[in-house]
Every structure is written in structure tokens, then in C-alpha cells.
């Protein structure tokens, strides 16, 4: 089946301009994440969906972050009034039911934001 | 700070040579994985390996665990050109299903 895919693949836009990034998980994952990568960097965790719990946003910066998902399916990470330092690649990805450990992650091919 | 960090932070090795990374951590863990990802875009996951394990394989992949020390190593044997990427370390601790990944080895495998 097909794997985690991302839209858009890139996007550009100006500073205080809000973006859409969406993301769709495999199908049946319960469990969906979102991560930023700046530049030569590692993983940065930014929230955690599993099933219909409340998310884990621990890792959201900024209150300018938000993110949602719908039917435990497909999810959109918001940013508004974008700053330069957002700039990075998102990355999506989703896991299987847990059963009692953590598993595998399946990673999206992320989308590439530069705010100008 | 991160929980896995791997070293080296780059290796440039010929093609057919072994390559190895490693990857240290704070804290005990459930368990540990390592993801391949090439060109800066999704990652690939390439091994998990539970805490109650030491050694494990896949192909031309080799990791070890040493819950004592804190870390664990990849070994790729004679590797290929396409071998060429950035390499990250995944750790899960305690209750925690959010893993936390290191700042990757990025590794040159030349022709």
C-alpha cells in the first residue's frame, strides 16, 4: 500500500504569512508525528497524535504552531505569522497500534518551507 | 539536550570499506532504532533493537548494544557508493512513545 505522503513538497512564502502543511498517515497507523529539521541538524519532535487521545505538544515552539486530526487519519500542521527561523523541513510520519513499546516510524518525504 | 548522540558527525570511507557509527544516550531505554535518510528528506528505518538484546542483523548491517556503556554502533559492511547518507539513532525511554534522535553521522562512501 502506498506510504505516508506530504503536501506540498515545498513551499515559499513571506514572512507573517500563515502556511498548511499536510500530512497522511498510512492507512490503520494510529499514531502520527510531526518533526522539524533545520539544516544539517537532527529531528526536532513537535506533536504527537495517538488514536483519539489528546495530543502530546510538548514540542511545539511557539503558540503560533498548532496542528489537528481529522478521523485519526490526516493532519495538518498550521504555522502562522511565519518567521524566518521557521524555515526547516517537516517532517511527517506514522506508526502502527502500539502494543505496550514504541514502533517503527514510517516517514513522509517531508515539505521543505523557506519563509523569505 | 539530545538524548542519542551519534559520532562520528561525518565519515568519508571507499567504497567495499566497513563503516561505523556509533551512538550514545543518557538515560535507559526501551529500545533503540536506527533510520537512514538520504538528501535531507524522510527517513528510512533500517533496525530496531530491544533492550534485552546485544546484537542484531540485517543484510549488510550490523548493531550492537551495550545497555552498560550507554550505547550502541552500526556497522555497514562493504559498503556502496548508495550507501551514502545521514545515519540517526533513535532512543524510546521509560512510558515515553516519542523517540528522540541524535544529530546523525552523515557518511560519504565514494566510487
Known amino acids: 500500500g502506498a506510504g505516508v505522503s506530504q503536501s506540498p513538497s515545498n513551499k515559499v512564502t513571506e514572512k507573517g504569512k500563515d502556511v498548511e502543511l499536510r500530512c497522511d498517515p498510512i492507512s490503520g497507523h494510529t499514531a502520527l508525528y510531526w518533526y522539524r529539521q533545520s539544516l544539517g541538524q537532527g529531528l526536532e519532535f513537535l506533536i504527537y497524535?495517538?488514536?483519539?487521545?489528546?495530543?502530546?505538544k510538548s514540542g511545539l515552539p511557539s503558540d503560533r504552531f498548532s496542528a489537528e486530526r481529522t478521523g485519526g487519519s490526516v493532519s495538518t500542521l498550521t504555522i502562522q505569522r511565519t518567521q524566518q527561523e521557521d524555515s526547516a523541513v517537516y517532517l511527517c510520519a506514522s506508526s502502527p497500534s502500539l502494543a505496550g513499546n514504541y514502533n517503527e516510524q514510517f516517514f513522509g518525504p517531508g515539505t521543505r518551507l523557506t519563509v523569505l | 539536550s539530545q538524548q542519542g548522540e551519534e559520532d562520528p558527525q561525518a565519515l568519508s570511507i571507499q567504497e567495499g570499506e566497513n563503516a561505523t557509527m556509533n551512538c550514545s544516550y543518557k538515560?535507559?531505554?526501551?529500545?533503540l532504532q536506527w533510520y537512514r535518510q538520504n538528501s535531507g528528506r524522510g527517513l528510512v528505518h533500517l533496525i530496531l533493537i530491544r533492550s534485552n538484546e546485544r546484537e542484531k542483523h540485517s543484510g549488510r548491517l550490523r548493531v550492537t548494544l551495550d545497555t552498560s556503556k550507554k550505547s550502541s554502533s552500526l556497522l555497514i559492511t562493504a559498503s556502496r557508493a548508495a550507501d551514502t547518507a545521514s545515519y540517526f539513532c533513535a532512543t524510546a525511554t521509560g512510558g515515553s512513545y516519542i523517540p528522540t534522535f541524535g544529530r546523525g553521522t552523515s557518511l560519504i562512501v565514494h566510487p
Open positions: 538515560t535507559s531505554i526501551n529500545n
Open positions: 497524535f495517538q488514536g483519539n487521545s489528546a495530543p502530546d
